[in-house]
């Protein structure tokens, strides 16, 4: 009847390989509220976090978010909004706390660069550094002087020729000039090994165009880089030089393994790390695919298997910023449409990796169509007839259940590549076929019973199948679904329920 059958002697190889999944998100700063945007990764890594759940079971895979919260960029913000950086700290880390609940995303744990436990670990990785030498033998980690531009929104400093008339070309400031005497990574000594990984697929960067950003830009030759900042009181003392504190960079990236244990728990540190992703913005890249995998060798720690860079996207084509005042809060989003509708139409939308546009018109459309007349018509339809057709019995059980818990090969390698969108069309290649059956067949005709449960069976099934693949995309959907086709013992009994999608 459908593809369904020729799936069912497939043998899943990919997920064999792995046997836990950690998977993080960037740690979101807390001089302003979340956005959509900020929704957009998190959101990413919930579909995958549950995903392999599905295969590996929940207590393979650590799904890690959280809030940086150091650095001159909040003590900004928190002196412009008159309040205290702890006080600014805990308001904007808890706002994402309660967006994530309310978006039913499942992280297992949330870290904040604030908490002891991360504090203490970012002390045990610089006395770590403090010790360390490069490939080169040279001391990691060297005094020096520092004269350049510091852009406060980047948290970094920029060279004269990345600005345009003087400003930063993102945050459109003027940079500080910053003369100060500071502690220095060697970065420059990392160069050679970073490129040679890269290259080498030991450490991978996806999609292939980042990779190929980031070996362009090794090859441009590295600068070191200054570690500590003497003028910036709201962040971590360095623990060999109490006059300065940590550079809010390196802090922040010490959150991957500060989270899992770092120093202080080895049994989990060692269940955990290396993580198998790190999910993150094309804005972020070379910090995470330069500055923390140097970091990593200087201390001798495994570098992450795999950073995925996605693309920004703008908001009815234009930059998502609180000046243009365009700022959508994700919750009233929520409320409006739901939580699956919109980690759906993000994840169906842009392609993961490539640039996009957010816009509520064509969240809208994609509503309407995929999901209320799309997946929400077909279930409704069958469910209708279903509910008319009394219990169904189920031949053979076992053939039953093997072909709706069946996962293709292709589905999972398009979720372990990250083609959300490629792998949702997967699945809606089946659902057209189906529609059209359902169609041709007009079962709503008075026919033989037999045939009608047959058919209704095969439907049902389908439905089932085809439920398990969308889950992690649409799990208030999935519980549905599973409430209106039910089986006991060897009976189907389908009832209508509520709609899965209702028409806005
Ligand atoms: N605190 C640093 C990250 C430290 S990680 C060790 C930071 N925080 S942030 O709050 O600015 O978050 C940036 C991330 O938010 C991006 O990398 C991306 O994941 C997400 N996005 C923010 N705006 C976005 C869009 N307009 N489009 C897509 N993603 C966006 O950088």
Same mark, same amino acid.
């Given at each position: 009847m459908c593809g369904v059958h020729i799936f069912v002697a497939l043998r899943i190889q990919?997920? =064999?390989?792995?046997e836990k999944f950690y998977i993080t998100t960037p740690i979101y700063y807390v001089n302003d509220r979340p956005h959509i945007g900020h929704a957009y990764t998190t959101i990413a890594a919930d579909v995958l976090a549950r995903f392999w759940r599905t295969r590996f079971g929940d207590e393979k895979v650590w799904f890690l978010t959280g809030t940086d919260e150091h650095g001159a960029k909040i003590e900004q913000a928190a002196r412009k909004a008159g309040k205290s950086s702890q006080a600014l700290a805990d308001e904007i880390s808890e706002a994402y706390r309660f967006l994530w609940k309310e978006l039913g995303l499942t992280p297992n744990d949330f870290i904040r660069t604030t908490e002891p436990r991360h504090e203490r670990a970012v002390t045990a990785f610089l006395l770590r550094l403090k010790e360390a030498k490069t490939p080169r033998g040279r001391e990691a980690i060297f005094e020096g002087e520092y004269k350049g531009l510091y852009c406060t929104g980047h948290e970094a400093f920029l060279k004269e020729s990345e600005l345009e008339k003087g400003l930063c070309p993102d945050h459109k400031t003027k940079p500080e000039l910053v003369k100060e005497k500071n502690w220095f990574f060697r970065l420059s000594d990392y160069e050679k090994v970073l490129r040679e990984k890269i290259s080498r697929g030991e450490f991978v960067i996806k999609p292939v165009s980042r990779k190929n950003e980031v070996l362009k830009f090794l090859e441009q030759g590295l600068e070191d880089i200054a570690i500590s900042r003497p003028n910036v009181k709201w962040g971590i003392p360095v623990p060999f030089d109490l006059s300065q504190t940590i550079y809010v960079w390196v802090d922040a990236l010490i959150n991957y393994v500060s989270a899992v244990g770092y120093s202080q728990n080895r049994v989990q540190f060692e269940k955990w790390w290396p993580a198998d992703l790190h999910l993150i913005g094309k804005d972020i890249l070379k910090f995470h695919c330069v500055l923390w995998p140097a970091l990593l060798l200087a201390v001798e720690l495994p570098l992450p298997q795999k950073i995925f860079v996605h693309g920004y996207f703008t908001l009815d084509g234009q930059k998502i910023s609180k000046t243009i005042g365009n700022v959508i809060d994700p919750v009233e989003l929520s409320h409006r449409y739901g939580n699956d509708a919109l980690r759906y139409f993000l994840l169906r939308e842009i392609p993961f990796g490539e640039d996009g546009d957010f816009s509520e018109s064509k969240l809208k459309q994609v509503y309407n169509g995929?999901?209320? =007349?799309g997946w929400g018509n077909f279930v409704a339809r069958v469910a209708a007839l279903g509910e008319n057709a009394g219990k169904i019995k189920i031949p053979d059980i076992v053939t039953f259940h093997q072909i709706i818990n069946e996962v293709p090969e292709e589905f999972v390698r398009l979720l372990d590549n990250l083609e959300f969108s490629n792998a949702l069309e997967f699945v809606w290649q089946e659902i057209h076929q189906h529609d059209k059956e359902l169609q041709d067949e007009a079962l709503w005709k008075e026919g033989d019973k037999t045939v009608l449960h047959e058919r209704l069976l095969h439907k049902a099934e389908f439905i089932l199948w085809a439920n398990n693949l969308l889950q992690s995309f649409l799990p208030e959907a999935y519980e549905k679904v599973k409430a209106k086709f039910t089986v006991r013992g060897n009976k189907l009994s389908i009832i209508k329920g509520e709609p899965l999608f209702p028409r806005i």
């Open positions: 990919i997920s =064999n390989k792995m995929e999901l209320a =007349n």
